[in-house]
Structure formats: structure tokens, C-alpha cells
T-cell receptor
Framework: GIQVEQSPPDLILQEGANSTLRCNFS?????LQWFHQNPWGQLINLFY???GTKQNGRLSATTVATERYSLLYISSSQTTDSGVYFC?????????????FGKGTKLSVKP | DAGVTQSPTHLIKTRGQHVTLRCSPI?????VSWYQQVLGQGPQFIFQ???????GRGNFPDRFSARQFPNYSSELNVNALLLGDSALYLC????????????FGQGTRLTVV
């Protein structure tokens, strides 16, 4: 099956710093999503980005499907950005598909 | 519009007991999936249902079962609970197909003692 690897596993930043999170996947995918998991466990949708580049405020993401990786950029980080960031790709089988998640990047932003 | 809603939010059960978790998808979404997330890991796929039929199953024992109702809500059932079943259980809903975005509920945190 598809393997999803995220790096780095842990990241500590000072407030105001920029960061780049990486997601590598082992096979072609039709669907890639980035999520932020808050301390209460809720997975919050950041980007649906099977290819190309998208931006939403201080966050942006780029997926290069042909090279099997995606990047999540966080600029001017804030303490509220702390949490775990997951990349997930769609494993398409049968008539539907399920998401395969990486192990996540745990981000801590210090004031 | 309401997002994906799950109930209960927290649950404590004893080993050997049975548990039922519930999920209501976003209005208009007909596909519901269940995931288990243990501490320090990413969510793992358990089941997917679409139009009341099972469309996918992950690598979980037969103690885990699910169903989808005519209003597209879903239940996840776990029998003979083990300590290792303690986890956050997440429900996701989406439109059908491979090029659609999944949205998750807040999860049910199950503790087995």
C-alpha cells in the first residue's frame, strides 16, 4: 500500500518564525489533504491539494504530484499554530477510497 | 451548516464490554468513514460506508463492525473491548468519489479500563 512519510517529526519555533513541513508519498495519488489537529483532537482541514499551489492567509501548500511530495508553509507563526499537522493521501480502491495518514509533525510555537 | 457530529465525546468502558459510537455526516454527504487514532500516531482507517453498504475495511478484527442508516448517519460497534482499543475514534464524511475532500468530526475518546 501507499506509504506516507512526514518530516520533521517535531519542530519547535519562536513566535514569528517561518517553517516548512514536508510530506512524501510512495505512489501516485488522486487526493492529498493537510490537517491541523488541535489539542482536543479535532482534525481541521487546511488544504485539499492533489496538485499545484494554494494559499490561505499565513499558510500555503504546494504539491508536486509527479515527484510525490507536498510542502506546507507556515509564515509568521503564532502560538495558536501549535499542534500536530497531518498529511493524508487517498488510497483509491474499489468504488471508494480511504485516507492514509502520515505520522504527523508536532509543532510547538513558543511566545 | 453543521459539520460532522459525533457522540459521545468521551466514554469509559470496562474490558469485555461493548460500545457504540455515533456519527452524523455533513448534510448532503453520503459517504462516511471511521478511523482509529492511538496516541502518537496518525489515524488508521477502519471502515467506509456509502449508500448503506460497506465499501472498504481496514485491518481490524471482527470485533469491529459498523452500519449506515437511510439518513446516512453511522454507528461503529466494538465488542469484547480490550485495553488496546483505547483511542480517539474519528468519523469523516465526504461526497462520493476519489476527488473529494473529507471532513472530520471532533472524535470520541474511548478509554477501556
Amino acid at each position: 500500500g501507499i506509504q506516507v512519510e512526514q518530516s520533521p517529526p517535531d519542530l519547535i519555533l519562536q513566535e514569528g518564525a517561518n517553517s516548512t513541513l514536508r510530506c512524501n508519498f510512495s505512489d501516485s495519488v488522486n487526493n492529498l489533504q493537510w490537517f491541523h489537529q488541535n489539542p482536543w483532537g479535532q482534525l481541521i482541514n487546511l488544504f485539499y491539494i492533489p496538485s499545484g499551489t494554494k494559499q490561505n492567509g499565513r499558510l500555503s501548500a504546494t504539491t508536486v504530484a509527479t515527484e510525490r511530495y507536498s510542502l506546507l508553509y507556515i509564515s509568521s507563526s503564532q502560538t495558536t499554530d501549535s499542534g500536530v499537522y497531518f498529511c493524508a493521501v487517498l488510497n483509491y480502491g474499489g468504488s471508494q477510497g480511504n485516507l492514509i495518514f502520515g505520522k504527523g509533525t508536532k509543532l510547538s510555537v513558543k511566545p | 451548516d453543521a459539520g460532522v457530529t459525533q457522540s459521545p465525546t468521551h466514554l469509559i468502558k470496562t474490558r469485555g464490554q461493548h460500545v457504540t459510537l455515533r456519527c452524523s455526516p455533513i448534510s448532503g454527504h453520503k459517504s462516511v468513514s471511521w478511523y482509529q487514532q492511538v496516541l502518537g500516531q496518525g489515524p488508521q482507517f477502519i471502515f467506509q460506508y456509502y449508500e448503506k453498504e460497506e465499501r472498504g475495511r481496514g485491518n481490524f478484527p471482527d470485533r469491529f463492525s459498523a452500519r449506515q442508516f437511510p439518513n446516512y448517519s453511522s454507528e461503529l460497534n466494538v465488542n469484547a473491548l480490550l485495553l488496546g482499543d483505547s483511542a480517539l475514534y474519528l468519523c469523516a464524511s465526504s461526497l462520493p468519489g476519489k476527488n473529494t475532500e473529507a471532513f472530520f468530526g471532533q472524535g470520541t475518546r474511548l478509554t477501556v479500563v
